[in-house]
């Protein structure tokens, strides 16, 4: 075998490696390691979709770091309000782009009864619990596992969940998938089985804002929201039971309108001070929510098959891209939220959906944010 033959011999079968690979996904999953947290190991993964768009993930809360997607005119900006260093990532905004649980958003009191035993969890919200309690989810290190078989850049991340870690009965072991397509979808499936009887709540809680993360406000993003009713809460954020129709109130995004439209209205004798709403949605598993940013062009939807979704309008965020030093902060509403759930509470709201989970049965869920531009206007 001559020198040109060897090297031909060579290169072949590395060649067809990486053509197969180029067939399922247009580049593998790239690992970067981010560092150490209490001896785990966090990382930072980069999905690149056939597109070229990037969606990057990290194992620290299972949390979205980053999304990159074109505007009108072709120019990719990343709309999410993450982080991609070890320090900003832990010391940065705890539920920010993280998988919440056990129980997202509040539980009253910091108690519920399952079956007769009453259950304490921790206080984080007075008097409530939010978002799984101090130390829910969002701040446990997932293991984490690239999906190679998979046709689209894929992530899953799984976590055991010890009998009454926060004060949640059962142990519960939870996957969550992320998968980022083609067309520019960050679909996300759940799974979860428990050994004992114990409730759940699961949610994603990116921030987003479509003219590029840290570039102004939200205000003028455009909502549309398939929810003729919402569930209106006390002093203290806990709904008080009524499934109340949005219909001439500041909460009517049926019709769409600009995010910053009612802000600041007065309703039920309150002043609207952004929204921080759980709404009923119509139909589950279609189109549940539109966002159009007209300066951009771009456009995210949201797809679910929970009953609710929880739009917070940023009110009193603070996101700094350099945790700790302050500098390129940006302010409240410079970011939304639009987290899929079950009604917050439900644990002490019989008359609500039930959020229990039984041993044996498998829970399965899944919600798409879905980005795309719009050319014309
Ligand atoms: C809640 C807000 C809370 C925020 C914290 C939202 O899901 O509804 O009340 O302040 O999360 O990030």
């Known amino acids: 075998m001559n020198r040109f033959n060897f090297l031909a011999f060579l290169l072949v079968p590395v060649l067809s490696i990486s053509a197969n690979l180029q067939g399922k996904n247009s580049e593998p999953v790239v690992k970067e ?17 056939k597109s070229g ?17 074109p505007d009108k005119n072709g120019v990719r900006d990343n709309v999410t309000m993450g982080s991609e260093t070890l320090e900003t990532i832990i010391k940065g905004d705890a539920f920010g782009g993280a998988i919440v649980g056990r129980y997202a958003n509040r539980i009253a009191n910091a108690k519920f009864t399952l079956d007769g035993i009453e259950y304490n969890l921790p206080v984080n919200n007075r008097p409530n619990t939010l978002h799984g309690g101090r130390n829910g989810w969002f701040s446990k290190v997932w293991k984490a596992e690239i999906l190679n078989n998979s046709k689209v850049p894929a992530v899953k991340f799984s976590y055991v969940s010890p009998d009454l870690e926060e004060g949640f ?5 939870i996957e969550v998938i992320y998968s980022w397509t083609d067309k ?49 809460f006390n002093a203290v954020k ?28 007065t309703y039920d004798s309150v002043v609207v001070d952004g929204y921080d709403h759980n709404f009923v949605l119509d139909n589950k598993g279609k189109v549940n ?7 951009s062009g771009r456009i995210m939807e949201v797809l ?5 979704i929880q739009f917070f309008s940023g009110n ?29 509470d439900s644990p002490n709201h019989p008359g609500f959906p039930s959020t229990i989970l039984n041993p044996g049965e498998k829970f399965k869920s899944r919600t798409i944010y879905r980005f795309s531009v719009r050319k014309d206007k």
Request: charged fraction near 20%; glycine fraction near 10%; proline fraction near 6%.
């Open 316 to 344: 009193g965020m603070m996101w700094k891209k350099a945790a700790g030093t302050g500098s390129n902060a940006v302010k409240t509403r410079s970011g939304f939220a639009l987290e899929t759930q079950h009604f917050p």
């Open 33 to 49: 390691v981010l560092g150490d947290h209490n001896g785990s190991e966090v990382s930072l993964f980069t999905l690149t979709n």
């Open 304 to 308: 679910t098959d929970q009953p609710a």
């Open 238 to 265: 806990i709904p008080t039971g009524e499934i109340r129709s949005v219909k001439g109130t500041p909460f009517d995004f049926t019709v769409p309108h600009p995010i910053g439209d009612k802000i600041g209205e």
């Open 169 to 173: 009965p059962g142990t519960v072991t």
């Open 184 to 232: 520019n979808e960050i679909i996300i499936d759940y799974f979860a089985t428990t050994d004992k009887r114990t409730v759940l709540s699961v949610t994603n809680h990116a921030y987003f804002n479509l003219h590029g993360a840290g570039k102004g406000y939200i205000f003028d993003h455009i909502l549309k929201l398939n929810a003729s009713t919402f569930t209106p």
């Open 53 to 69: 768009n990037v969606l990057k993930l990290t194992n620290y809360g299972a949390r979205i770091c980053r999304i990159d997607v």
């Open 289 to 295: 929510a539109t966002v159009y940013d007209p300066v």
